[in-house]
């Protein structure tokens, strides 16, 4: 069974950082894309940013590039966002997800999700 599991989130003031864990199980991890995707309150979803397998491919939407980056530990079966400079319009559920064997922006699976929130 494929299993994500999102850890990290929380409050942080403007201009904090916080970074969000993805352990996941029941693939192999080593080789798909991992990608963070967020719906902000109230709003749809966001694509944040993908790591292809290998680690050394990274996208990023333009809102976050700069402030966030995303990594990967095959090892671990786990990747990582470091979200830095946070603004409140960062304020959303995170969600990581694992990309199909066709496209690495095809989510396949996904996590529970981990809320952050901006705010002073």
């Known amino acids: 069974e494929v299993q994500l599991v999102e850890s990290g989130g929380g409050l942080v003031q403007p201009g904090g950082s916080l970074r969000l864990s993805c352990a996941t199980s029941?693939?192999?991890?080593?080789?798909?894309?991992v990608s963070w995707v967020r719906q902000a309150p109230g709003e749809g979803l966001e694509w944040v940013s993908t790591v292809r397998r290998g680690g050394q491919l990274t996208y990023y939407a333009d809102s976050v590039k700069g402030r966030f980056s995303i990594s990967r530990d095959d090892a671990k079966a786990t990747m990582y966002l470091q979200l830095n400079s946070l603004k409140a319009g960062d304020t959303a559920m995170y969600y990581c997800?694992?990309?199909?064997?066709?496209?690495?922006?095809?989510?396949?699976?996904w996590g529970q999700g981990i809320r952050v929130t901006v705010s002073s």
């Open positions: 029941g693939f192999d991890f080593s080789t798909y894309a």
């Open positions: 997800a694992k990309a199909s064997a066709v496209s690495w922006a095809d989510f396949e699976y």
